[in-house]
């Protein structure tokens, strides 16, 4: 919920602008991390900057969608997305996880976030975010500046949270927070029973102004809220010398209701931050036979002949695999070689394989791969050490337990029933981002160049 704004502090001057594009550039922060300097530290300074953490408040409870924050958005779980931005930025002392929730907090630490367990009196549906961070600051003393980030927003980027740092440790505001620009008009609002017309808000009719003609309106993205804890602890957290951070409108993303969800997967597919590693081409995948390719049912005949049934739309997804240069093999634990001729797919397919990673890791080192560049799909406890192991993982959403856990990708399809053409699609998704993220790298890079250069 958006922080409270203090009627009883004096008007600011308006601050300038924070363009998208102001502040330093992702690689030189990075390089100072990396270099040994705690993040905020300048060459020379005899010690770090005030202590800068992030936190993202994620409980449990969600009225709109059950443990929303750990619902996996385009095969990462939605919590994940802002914490590997929030890591990747190197500019916090450190990062947090505020959560009443064990599954929430195994996710948190699984990205290498630290977790404060909130108490209960900060997790009730009535709890605002003041309140939960007010809590954290009073058990962690250390902790000078909080950016409140939103688990609901995946399409943040590490650029943008380094521009803010700037913003609010160098440029002294006391508070920051983003923006999106909006070019709609508004009009009054007439209830039920009035007797009046509507009014306009913010444009004459008789001369409306054309998109490139008007600059828009600024709103609160929700993405984040940067304060100081002289400001939080007086009870808000916008205050003080202001500065508002203005977000490119495709990053500004948010979840709050379940019908959002297939739109966001869309928007993070795209825009989304993928991490500092570039995303490898997929090259290979390799296929569970059983539970995967089929629906794991075996029918046996008065004769004794066994028959499988499979979905036509998962051999269509192979095919299409192929046809983008995809090699796909197939593996299966019990023999299954005779009713494999009859689905037709001219597979390279290792059956009785009673260890499927060794199996793997041979294919891969035949073939010449690095493990991002090989995906596996899988469904029972004896595919969990390729799905770990497999730089693109998935399961039907049929899999059992621990290979749900497991994979990257949990499929909205069950096993034998498109599941195999479903992850197909992602994976056409998926390989579209890597030339999104060899340009956005190239960029930060060249940006670097250019910031070493002056």
């Not at 693109?392 to 399809?413: E, H, L, R, T």
Request: charged letters at 25%.
């Amino acid at each position: 919920m958006p922080p409270p704004s203090p009627p009883h502090v004096p008007a600011q001057r308006p601050p300038p602008r924070a363009h998208a594009g102001a502040g330093r550039d992702y690689t030189s922060h990075h390089a100072r991390a990396v270099a040994g300097r705690a993040p905020g530290m300048e060459a020379g300074e005899a010690r770090p900057r005030a202590h800068l953490a992030a936190l993202v408040l994620a409980r449990g409870g969600s009225k709109g969608i059950p443990l929303k924050n750990i619902k996996l958005l385009a095969g990462v779980p939605l919590v994940g997305w802002v914490l590997r931005a929030a890591l990747d930025a190197g500019v916090f002392h450190s990062v947090w996880v505020s959560t009443d929730h064990d599954e929430i907090e195994k996710v948190a630490k699984q990205f290498g976030a630290q977790v404060h367990r909130r108490s209960p009196e900060v997790s009730q549906d009535s709890s605002t975010s003041l309140e939960a961070i007010r809590e954290f600051l009073n058990h962690h003393q250390e902790v000078d500046i909080v950016g409140n980030i939103q688990a609901t927003s995946p399409c943040l980027h590490p650029s943008d949270l380094i521009k803010v740092a700037d913003l609010i440790q160098k440029e002294g505001f006391d508070s920051v927070f983003s923006v999106v620009r909006r070019h709609q008009f508004r009009w009054s609002e007439v209830k039920k029973g009035e007797n009046k017309m509507t009014e306009p808000q913010n444009l004459n009719p008789a001369k409306r102004y054309r998109r490139q003609d008007w600059p828009g309106e600024l709103y609160e993205n929700g993405s984040f809220y940067f304060a100081k804890r002289h400001l939080i602890e007086k009870g808000y957290l916008q205050g003080g010398k202001m500065a508002y951070y203005e977000m490119r409108a495709e990053h500004s993303v948010d979840i709050d209701i379940d019908i959002d969800w297939p739109i966001a997967e869309q928007r993070v597919l795209s825009f989304g931050y993928f991490g500092k590693e570039p995303l490898k081409e997929v090259k290979l995948l390799v296929c569970s036979i059983d539970g995967c390719l089929t629906n794991g049912r075996i029918y046996v005949t008065e004769d004794q002949k066994e028959m499988v049934s499979y979905d036509y739309r998962d051999i269509v997804g192979i095919n299409l695999l192929k046809k983008r240069g995809i090699e796909v093999r197939l593996i299966s634990e019990r023999d299954c070689s005779k009713t494999l001729p009859a689905m037709q797919l001219e597979c390279v397919a290792e059956v009785n394989a009673t260890d499927k990673l060794k199996v793997l890791e041979d294919w891969r080192k035949y073939i010449g791969l690095s493990w991002k560049e090989v995906a596996y799909l899988g469904n029972e406890e004896s595919d969990v050490e390729c799905l770990k192991k497999a730089g693109m993982s998935g399961v039907p959403a049929d899999a059992c337990v621990v290979a749900q856990k497991a994979a990257g990708y949990i499929c909205k399809s069950s096993g034998g029933c498109g599941a195999v053409r479903e992850f197909a699609e992602h994976i056409f998704l998926l390989l579209e981002k890597v030339n999104s993220a060899r340009k956005q790298m190239k960029d930060m890079n060249s940006a670097g160049e250019d910031t070493g250069r002056k």
